[in-house]
């Protein structure tokens, strides 16, 4: 699974880091975290196509984060008027994008699952901003059947009797029962936690526990602790707590000032708790 970063800063873009938006890219689709202004043309930039742009999932409605939801929607009404994309976020989106009729948009209150598909799912959670609603979500893709080939195939499964199997989790071949936990064993899917701008929070541990990815708001360096608690953001250095704390597998310090030229300072700060800590930059990707 790749995420593209397409945008890195925080409130005020760069030369070097454009105003906030994230993409990750599944088979056949790509679904965008936040959505800045000029999103579009570092989707490009980034090659990544913009028409295949399935959903959005907006953390809050600053313009930082949402302005470049306007480009993409018109530019997908020029392209394939039949297409929608599926827009999520806080209480207000739909008012602020009522005249598209080219996106389905749904508001989100709650930490409930907030979107299920075949082979993902999503859920939200409340962050604490200078806003009345700002969100984090989880995306969580749904675990997989592997076959161990060779033992299958000993035991007579072959073509469309792997699908059967994997259906009915047991069927009988030459009056032998032959059980799905004999041949295969089950993939974790990945969890990615997605939190911009907000106040370190419990919520965020509780909600990103065995995380492969936890992308979190680091707008400050731990030498601007008060900045960041008086413009509700966080630090690297508690990015890097919360990490640590919740036992995830990577952390990507997000969302960066532009007081901070410098990755690495972020990024030594992390590290110094929480060791797989690494500083977003535009264009930069992620597999996990
Ligand atoms: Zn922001
Ligand atoms: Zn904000």
Redesign the pocket.
């Known amino acids: 699974m790749k995420i593209v970063i397409l945008g890195s800063s925080g ?1 005020v873009p760069t030369k070097d880091r454009n105003l906030p938006s994230i993409a990750l890219c599944l088979s056949g689709e790509i679904i965008l975290f936040d959505c800045g202004e000029g999103t579009q043309r570092q989707l490009m930039k980034y090659n990544l196509n913009p028409s295949k742009i399935s959903k959005i999932f907006l953390s ?1 409605l ?1 313009l930082d ?1 949402c302005l470049g939801v306007y480009g993409i929607l018109e530019t997908m009404n020029l392209i394939n008027k039949d297409k929608k994309v599926v827009l999520f976020g806080p209480l207000g989106t739909k008012k602020m994008f009522q005249k598209y009729t080219n996106a389905d948009i749904h508001e989100v209150n709650s930490k409930k699952i907030i979107l299920k598909e075949k082979n993902y799912s999503f859920s939200s959670f409340k962050l604490k ?1 200078n ?1 009345p609603m700002c969100l984090g979500f989880v995306f969580k893709e749904n675990n997989k059947i592997k076959f161990y080939e060779n033992k299958a195939k000993a035991k007579g499964i072959i073509g469309p009797l792997f699908k059967e199997i994997e259906k009915k989790s047991k069927i009988k071949i030459n009056n032998k029962l032959i059980n799905l936990s004999d041949i295969s064993y089950e993939l974790k899917g990945k969890k990615i936690v997605y939190v911009s ?1 907000t106040l370190p929070l419990k919520s965020t541990i509780n909600n990103s526990k065995q995380a492969d990815l936890l992308i979190h708001d680091s707008t400050y360096l731990s030498s601007l602790t008060a900045e960041a608690a008086k413009n509700y953001h966080s630090t690297a250095k508690q990015a890097a707590q919360i990490a640590k704390t919740a036992g995830v597998k990577q952390l990507l310090l997000f969302h960066i000032s532009q007081r901070h030229k410098e990755s690495k300072d972020l990024e030594y700060e992390a590290r110094k708790i929480f060791k797989n800590s690494n500083c977003a930059r535009d264009g930069m990707i992620v597999e996990i």
Do not use: G, P
């Open positions: 409130s809050h600053h984060h901003h806003i701008d």
